[in-house]
């Protein structure tokens, strides 16, 4: 089996919410990488259930409303609504530190209100 590769250039998207997850420097399997750039919620629970054994934390790019600049926050939990009237499509939220949860696809933010009930899938404070 090769190595795994590094990309010497990656783009996103801000259709949905780009997850880093940078793993602890103590690991013992150096040939493993530093982290995961993972594109929405879903790949981030695949990714997550297959980290054994790896401590790590995860981050996303928040971009400013005014500037071509983003900050790195970090991510304390994954969230899913409870129930979704007249869609079939699963929503999903997350929450930053010492933040309220916020809705992981723009569109979601534009017709779904903030009272949405959620539950907690994934708690990252202690990963």
């Not at 493993?32 to 929405?40: F, K, R, T």
């Not at 409870?82 to 017709?111: F, H, L, M, N």
Request: proline share 6%.
């Amino acid at each position: 089996m090769q190595p795994l590769l590094p990309w010497r250039c990656v783009g996103w998207s801000d259709l949905t919410v780009n997850f880093f997850v940078v793993a602890s420097s103590g690991r013992g399997n150096f040939a493993s990488p530093d982290g995961w750039i993972v594109d929405g919620p879903e790949a981030l629970i695949e990714l997550v259930s297959n980290l054994d054994d790896v401590s790590f934390s995860v981050h996303l790019l928040a971009r400013s409303a005014t500037a071509a600049s983003v900050t790195l926050c970090g991510v304390s939990a994954l969230w899913k609504e409870v129930e979704v009237k007249d869609s079939e499509v699963v929503g999903y939220w997350y929450s930053t530190t010492g933040g309220q949860p916020r809705p992981c696809s723009p569109i979601a933010s534009a017709t779904r209100p903030e009272t949405t009930r959620l539950t907690k899938l994934l708690n990252f404070e202690d990963s």
